[in-house]
T-cell receptor, first 117, second 111 residues
Framework: GAVVSQHPSWVICKSGTSVKIECRSL??????MFWYRQFPKQSLMLMAT?????????EQGVEKDKFLINHASLTLSTLTVTSAHPEDSSFYIC?????????????FGEGSRLTVL | DAKTTQPPSMDCAEGRAANLPCNHS???????VYWYRQIHSQGPQYIIH???NNETNEMASLIITEDRKSSTLILPHATLRDTAVYYC????????????FGKGTRLSVIA
């Protein structure tokens, strides 16, 4: 299957700082990527849809000014958690679809675990 | 909200077939059934998907009832590495819509 890579895999930061997480499609191009968040023992929750060359679409309850999404190329989307606080500690996961494939399956990154002290 | 219902947990003996059920009684005509699994602390892994015909690949088989209101994912010979949370998701076939995850089924494969 297609490969989606996230970086960093884990990050620890101090409260009030900003953290950037990268999501790359390694062997395909993706016009759309999706960002999810997962708290311990819970399911994945969709945060936003990242569209190449345009503004992201955020789910209800997700602050767009806090979670900045940039999708500047067909292989890279970034999520920046601004002024992070301990409640932002979570597992962040991105997914993407190969725009050149006929199937609709989405492929997921390995996830990025954020811990805010 | 998720459009599927799955049992919260199941056990399966190693080497036996694991049959994971899913109800999706409100599925519409253009929606596919997708199955993903998530091993602890990893991103979800695509398993299989189908519209109305049964599907098989190297990982699993997907059996969809004729009325499409339910389906079963079959892992033919479960191993300890198949222990994971399995998610059944219905999604339109447009391809650019996200996956909406429910709570899934936690499958424990026991030696």
């Amino acid at each position: 299957g297609a490969v989606v890579s996230q970086h960093p895999s884990w990050v620890i930061c101090k409260s009030g700082t900003s953290v950037k997480i990268e999501c790359r499609s390694l062997d395909f191009q993706a016009t759309t990527m999706f960002w999810y968040r997962q708290f311990p023992k819970q399911s994945l929750m969709l945060m936003a849809t990242s569209n190449e060359g345009s503004k992201a679409t955020y789910e209800q309850g997700v602050e767009k000014d806090k979670f900045l999404i940039n999708h500047a190329s067909l292989t890279l989307s970034t999520l920046t958690v601004t002024s992070a606080h301990p409640e932002d500690s979570s597992f962040y996961i991105c997914s993407a679809r190969d725009r050149g494939a006929s199937g609709g399956e989405l492929f997921f990154g390995e996830g990025s675990r954020l811990t805010v002290l | 909200d998720a459009k599927t219902t799955q049992p919260p947990s199941m056990d399966c003996a190693e080497g036996r077939a694991a049959n994971l059920p899913c109800n999706h009684s409100t599925i519409s005509g253009n929606e596919y059934v997708y199955w993903y699994r998530q091993i602890h602390s990893q991103g979800p892994q695509y398993i299989i998907h189908g519209l109305k015909n049964n599907e098989t690949n190297e990982m699993a088989s997907l059996i969809i009832t004729e009325d499409r209101k339910s389906s079963t994912l079959i892992l033919p010979h479960a191993t300890l590495r198949d222990t994971a949370v399995y998610y059944c998701i219905v999604r339109s076939g447009s391809g650019n819509t996200p996956l909406v995850f429910g709570k899934g089924t936690r499958l424990s494969v026991i030696a």
